[in-house]
C-alpha cells in the first residue's frame, strides 16, 4: 500500500520505520528537519508518567521497551540502559508500567522530603544521536522524505492508500480536533561530570538525565504555553533544584538551552477513521511509548 506519514519527529519516524519493514511505499511528510522537532529536545527517558490510556500505555511501554533494549546492544543507535532513581514526595502506588521496564525496587529509606524511591534499569536515549540514527534506518529501509507544511490532510490524500497523521502538536489542527494543545518544556544541558545513574522528582518536575557528552537538567511543565525562548529565571530555577538533587552537577559547565512543546492530549489517540490512521497526543511519554504505537500503527494501516 501508499502510506503517506505526517510527521518527522520520533513517532512520524518510527511509524514509517515499522510500515516500510512491512513493505508499505512510504513517504514522510513534514514541515520541519527532525532536529528542529519536540523529539530531539526530550530527556530520553524511558518511562511513561501521567498517560492515558493507562492500559493501552503500559503494553505500548512493553513493546518499546524490547525494542530499545535490543537497540541498546547496538552500537550507534543512542540507547543504553542505565540505572536510576525515581524519588516520590507522596505514598502511591508502584504504577501499572513498574512491568514494562523489568521491574522496580521500592526503596523507602531516602529521608525527608520523599517518601521512597522507585529504583530501576530502564532505557535511556540519547536524543540527538538516536533521531539521526533513526532518520538513517528509515532512509536505509526506502522511505520518501518531503519537506513541506500541510494546511489540511486533503493536500496528501489523494496521493496514498492511507495517510498517518503524526504530526505532534500540529496534529490536532490536522484532525479538527481543539483538544490537542502544547505543554511547554524547558531544559539546560550541562557537562556531564561523570553520573552513573539519572534521577528524576516525580513531584517537583526535577531531573538529570545523563548522557556522556551532556546531562539534560529539567525541567517545566508549562501547559497551554507555546513561548519557544529559554526563560532565563527558567534556567536557574532548574538548575538550583537539580544542583539541589545531584550536587556533582551544582558546578557543571551550561552546554545551552532548550525548549519544547510537548503535544498534550487527555488521551493519546491512535484510531483509525476511514483511510486516515490518527497517532498524536503523546505528551510528555513520546519516546517511551513510540514503539508500541508503530506497531498498533501498522496493525491498523494493514486492517
Ligand atoms: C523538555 C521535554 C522533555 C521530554 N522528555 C521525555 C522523556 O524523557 N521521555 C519521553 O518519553 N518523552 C519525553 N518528552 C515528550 C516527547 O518529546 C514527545 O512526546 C514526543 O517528542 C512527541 O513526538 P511527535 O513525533 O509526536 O512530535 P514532534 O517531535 O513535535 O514532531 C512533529 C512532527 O510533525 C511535523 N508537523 C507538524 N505539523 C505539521 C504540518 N501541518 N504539516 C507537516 N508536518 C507537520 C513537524 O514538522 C514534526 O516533524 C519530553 C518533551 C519535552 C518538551
Request: proline share 5%; net charge negative; glycine share 12%.
Amino acid at each position: 500500500m501508499r502510506v503517506t506519514v505526517v510527521g518527522g519527529g520520533v513517532i512520524g519516524l518510527s511509524c514509517a520505520l515499522r510500515l516500510a519493514e512491512a513493505s508499505h511505499q512510504v513517504t514522510v511528510v513534514s514541515a520541519d528537519a527532525t532536529t528542529d522537532t519536540t523529539s530531539v529536545v526530550a530527556g530520553g527517558l524511558i518511562y511513561p508518567r501521567h498517560a492515558e490510556p493507562a492500559d493501552r500505555c503500559a503494553r505500548w511501554t512493553e513493546a518499546s521497551v524490547v525494542e530499545f533494549k535490543r537497540l541498546a546492544d547496538q552500537p550507534g543507535t543512542g540507547v543504553r540502559m542505565l540505572p536510576g532513581k525515581l524519588l516520590r514526595r507522596q505514598d502511591r502506588p508502584v504504577p501499572l508500567w513498574s512491568d514494562a521496564v523489568g521491574g522496580i525496587t521500592r526503596d523507602t529509606g531516602v529521608g525527608a522530603p520523599w517518601v521512597d524511591a522507585l529504583r530501576s534499569r530502564p532505557p535511556l536515549v540519547h536524543m540527538r544521536r538516536y533521531l539521526e540514527w533513526l532518520t538513517g534506518e528509515v532512509a536505509s529501509a526506502g522511505v520518501r522524505r518531503d519537506y513541506r507544511g500541510l494546511r489540511d490532510l486533503g493536500q496528501v490524500e489523494a496521493d496514498a492508500d492511507v495517510v498517518v497523521n503524526a504530526a505532534g502538536l500540529g496534529a490536532g489542527r490536522l484532525a479538527g480536533d481543539s483538544t490537542v494543545i502544547p505543554a511547554r518544556g524547558q531544559v539546560v544541558h550541562v557537562a556531564d561530570p561523570g553520573l552513573t545513574e539519572w534521577v528524576v522528582d516525580e513531584d517537583d518536575f526535577s531531573y538529570v538525565l545523563p548522557h556522556g557528552d551532556h546531562a539534560v537538567c529539567g525541567g517545566t511543565e508549562e501547559v497551554g504555553s507555546d513561548a519557544l525562548e529559554p526563560d532565563p529565571d527558567t534556567t536557574r530555577d532548574i538548575l538550583r533544584r537539580c544542583g539541589e538533587l545531584v550536587p556533582e552537577i551544582a558546578d557543571a559547565e551550561v552546554l545551552g538551552v532548550r525548549v519544547g512543546l510537548r503535544p498534550l492530549r487527555q488521551e493519546i489517540r491512535v484510531e483509525r477513521v476511514d483511510d486516515v490512521v490518527h497517532c498524536y497526543g503523546h505528551g510528555g511519554v513520546g519516546i517511551t511509548v513510540s514503539w508500541g504505537c508503530a506497531d498498533e500503527v501498522v496493525a491498523l494501516v494493514t486492517g
